[in-house]
């Protein structure tokens, strides 16, 4: 398969490395307005450099559109103007009107995903198979500042990863009623889905990184982190003592195996994969708008 990546920021060259592993791969090809930083991945990675989007999609089956979000509407419908598979970077669109009318516009025969990685986080599936009934979810993904990031509040930039995984991965995108709190840098959401109350915080004034899920049942709480791809499960007390005037307590404490990965080499490869077999990307267009959606009416309840 002949597969591009339009855009070679940050993203794209990743994107671009990994389809350079991936046996799939017959022929990669690149674009980028920065022809320098373009011909610096044709190098890297052996890659045919194009000088417009519009030569790539005519050689490419499918493509990574890596470009900045204001761009994403028209890059796209170029794509599907061309009938080329294509996976987007999140978010959809630069908004979520954006977002409704490309997937008004996307023929049904072509495979569309949108790179929502963390869905590919391996804690994520592993998650899903130990939780039953939770009573509180929380979740927090809080950064440096950083200078690559401009034009966007902290929710489409950083929040939205997990927005997407609450919605889609542990509730199966049934509606929630939202209520938040913050400034573009510091949001924070308190959400209500079905009978589970869900705690989302995001930051770009951190200190230090973090990226983690916390998961309360009746009989264990779940505790995951998103970067070293761990899991612990912390099973109720078995007993409760007091030694030396101190509260002491037994408790049982599971490291679950998980099988550690690259999410985005798994994001891609599952992408040529369903655009080689016809099938749908497992993060729909549809999923991403509703992400967007909601990001939007967080987006309301901040300070400006």
């Known amino acids: 398969m002949d597969v591009g990546v339009i855009g070679v920021g940050m993203m794209g060259r990743n994107h671009a490395r990994v389809y350079a592993e991936l046996r799939a791969v017959e022929r990669l090809l690149v674009q980028d307005l920065n022809r320098k930083a373009a011909e610096e991945m044709g190098r890297l990675h052996g890659a045919t450099v194009c000088d417009t989007p519009e030569q790539l999609l005519r050689e490419a089956d499918a493509v990574s559109i890596c470009v900045p979000t204001s761009y994403h509407l ?23 009107a954006q977002g409704r009318e490309l997937v008004g516009i996307l023929p049904r025969d072509l495979t569309v995903g949108i790179g929502h990685i963390e869905r590919f986080n391996p804690i ?53 009623s939202i209520h938040s709190i ?52 912390y099973r109720k007390p078995e007993q409760y003592s007091v030694e030396n005037e101190r509260y002491v307590q ?45 990001c939007e009416e967080i987006s309301r309840g901040l300070r400006r």
Do not use: W
């Open 74 to 96: 028209p890059v796209a419908k170029a794509a599907a103007a061309s009938g080329v598979h294509m996976l987007i970077e999140k978010p959809i669109c630069a908004t979520a």
């Open 182 to 233: 913050g400034t573009d840098d510091l949001a924070a959401v308190l959400m209500r889905c079905g009978a589970t109350d869900v705690y989302l915080s995001a930051s770009r004034k951190a200190s230090k990184k973090i990226r983690m899920c916390y998961i309360e049942e009746e009989e264990f709480t779940i505790e995951g982190d998103f970067m070293t791809q761990e899991i612990f499960v």
């Open 124 to 176: 994520v599936p592993e998650i899903r198979k130990i939780a039953k009934q939770p009573l509180y979810v929380e979740m927090k993904r809080h950064n440096p500042a950083s200078a690559r990031v401009t034009g966007s509040s902290v929710v489409e930039d950083l929040m939205i990863h997990d927005i997407d995984i609450a919605l889609h991965a542990f509730f199966g995108g049934q509606q929630c």
């Open 250 to 294: 037994e408790n049982i404490i599971e490291k679950v195996m998980v099988n550690k990965v690259e999410p985005l080499k798994v994001e891609l490869k599952t992408f040529l994969e369903c655009a080689a077999a016809g099938k749908p990307f497992p993060i729909t267009p549809a999923q991403a708008v509703r992400n967007l959606e909601v």
